[in-house]
């Protein structure tokens, strides 16, 4: 069956940056995309960006261009987002999600990564 | 960037009743739309997309519909695991991009 595992919650502090993991199993890693979407807490759902597992191509949200960073190594089927400069307004859970060969719907998810941006 | 508005915010139902939730485009998106339910503590999960295909496992009393800038998802009997929040999101942008609606929550009347 499709997992998505991700790595255990963050506590940073502003400046500062992490980086998260998504490790994949039940399908073929690079037949597909990896999406991230963040969710601050109370709030609703946004997008930050798409790798694909082929090819390394990247779409990140503007709104985040040159601060995240997405990478995959396909020898053990693992996604990474890396955010940089991190704000309070960055503490959110962080999923990452399977997604098509371009950023499209998200059928299988993680099960998300508190990141909790204080000094 | 394509802006989704959802409405209502929130929809109060009673178990059996049919809901019916709405989502508009800023521009067209086509069919290129899904829907996600998001149960508190719990990841989203996937209903519908392409505006009107069920995902695996969905339950056929979740239904999508309309294209270009007007959708819809209806429920049409509601069951008490069907209460939580439900959000729309496009994929149609190029260069590619995705925005999500700021969902419905769908509460026990």
């Known amino acids: 069956q499709v997992q998505l595992v991700q790595s255990g919650a963050e506590v940073k502090k502003p400046g500062a940056s992490v980086k998260v993991s998504c490790k994949a199993s039940?399908?073929?890693?690079?037949?597909?995309?990896i999406s991230w979407v963040r969710q601050a807490p109370g709030q609703g759902l946004e997008w930050m960006g798409w790798?694909?597992?082929?090819?390394?191509?990247?779409n990140y949200a503007q709104k985040l261009q040159g601060r995240v960073t997405m990478t995959t190594d396909t020898s053990t089927s693992t996604a990474y987002m890396e955010l940089r400069s991190l704000r309070s307004d960055d503490t959110a859970v962080y999923y990452c999600?399977?997604?098509?060969?371009?950023?499209?719907?998200?059928?299988?998810w993680g099960q998300g990564t508190l990141v909790t941006v204080s000094s | 960037e394509i802006v989704m508005t959802q409405s209502p915010a929130t929809l109060s139902v009673s178990p059996g009743e049919r809901a019916t939730l709405s989502c508009r485009a800023s521009?067209?998106?086509?069919?290129?739309l899904a829907w996600y339910q998001q149960k508190p503590g719990q990841a989203p999960r996937l209903l519908i997309y392409?505006?009107?295909t069920r995902a695996t496992g969905i339950p056929a009393r979740f239904s999508g519909s309309g294209s270009g800038t007007e959708f819809t998802l209806t429920i049409s009997s509601l069951q008490s695991e069907d209460f939580a929040v439900y959000y729309c999101?496009?994929?149609?942008?190029?260069?590619?991009?995705?925005?999500f609606g700021q969902g419905t929550k769908v509460e026990i009347k």
């Open positions: 999600a399977r997604d098509q060969v371009r950023p499209a719907n998200f059928d299988y």
């Open positions: 039940g399908y073929t890693f690079t037949s597909y995309g």
């Open positions: 790798i694909s597992a082929y090819n390394g191509n990247t």
């Open positions: 521009q067209s998106v086509s069919s290129n």
């Open positions: 392409g505006a009107s």
């Open positions: 999101q496009q994929y149609n942008n190029w260069p590619p991009a995705v925005t």
